[in-house]
């Protein structure tokens, strides 16, 4: 367990989620995640493992939904987050004072996916870049039929939604329920795609466990193969490769006693 409420000042029974990570250049970690009713808040370690909370808020309130973090050619971070509709993005100098940059990402209308959330990006070419994002439980809807897409983007700004679906209900291959994907590129050259499963509420016994799974693909585009990881539940994946080549997973769960929980666990795919 790395975090869980009352961490960061969110109350029982409430989020902590959306944990997304970045390597410094001394080596330390910095954890970012969502704190409800405050933003998106930061943590700090020398080993992935115990964290120290930083102060202040690196985007406030309601706006910072589902953060990831991205290190700009330049040095500079760049923050992407969702609001349910669009994509939008803050960059800051020192990873700690953001700024909303100009515009929006993309939006769901332009991908045709009914809603887009947890933004995570691969650089799949030298310079070239590729957004993987997933359709959102909306308020009162339980889990099941989502749906993962893709852009991609040259200067990461501005993104042009691919054609088609990556996972979940109208994908070409592997139709069942994916959310959250976080894409890691594989020394072959292809691209792992971790993603949460989480079938509808009263679906059929006997089909495939609910939890983290990983597929995978030639060209990051149609994925043909899955297995599960044996992580339940598991949401929000991001993995960070360290500067070893070593990976750590860190994840989301949540108790209704306890709230949302940041957990850690050691990679060997």
């Known amino acids: 367990m790395i975090f869980q409420p009352p961490a960061f000042g969110v109350a029982p029974g409430l989020p902590l989620a959306d944990p997304t990570a970045a390597l410094l250049d001394d080596g330390r970690i910095r954890l970012y995640l969502f704190a409800q009713d405050v933003g998106v808040v930061s943590a700090v370690s020398t080993d992935g493992l115990d964290f120290t909370e930083e102060p202040g808020v690196r985007v406030s309130g309601p706006d910072g939904g589902q953060p990831r973090i991205w290190r700009l050619p330049d040095g500079r971070w760049r923050l992407y987050v969702t609001k349910i509709q669009e994509i939008v993005s803050y960059t800051s100098a020192d990873g700690l004072t953001f700024t909303l940059d100009p515009g929006i990402r993309v939006t769901a209308q332009a991908t045709g996916l009914s809603s887009l959330s947890s933004p995570a990006i691969l650089e799949y070419a030298p310079g070239r870049y590729r957004m993987y994002y997933s359709t959102l439980a909306q ?36 139709t069942g329920p994916a959310e959250h994907p976080f894409p890691v590129l594989l020394e072959d050259g292809h691209t792992a795609l971790f993603f949460g499963r989480f079938q509808a509420l009263g679906s059929s016994p006997g089909g495939s466990p609910d939890g ?40 989301g769960d949540f108790d209704t006693q306890v709230g949302g ?9």
């Not at 990461?156 to 592997?174: E, F, K, M, Q, V």
């Not at 043909?224 to 070893?244: K, M, Q, S």
Request: some cysteine; hydrophobic content about 35%; proline content about 7%.
């Open 139 to 174: 308020p009162g809807q339980g889990p099941g039929d989502k749906q993962s897409g893709s852009a991609t983007s040259s200067d990461l700004l501005n993104w042009i939604p691919d054609p088609g679906i990556r996972l979940g209900p109208g994908a070409a291959h592997l």
């Open 212 to 251: 983290l799974y990983r597929a995978v693909s030639s060209d990051g585009l149609t994925f043909t193969e899955e297995v599960y990881t044996g992580i339940y539940f598991a949401n929000d994946p991001e993995v960070l490769r360290l500067a070893d080549g070593s990976e750590i997973l860190f994840y």
């Open 261 to 269: 929980m940041i957990l850690s666990a050691s990679c060997d795919w």
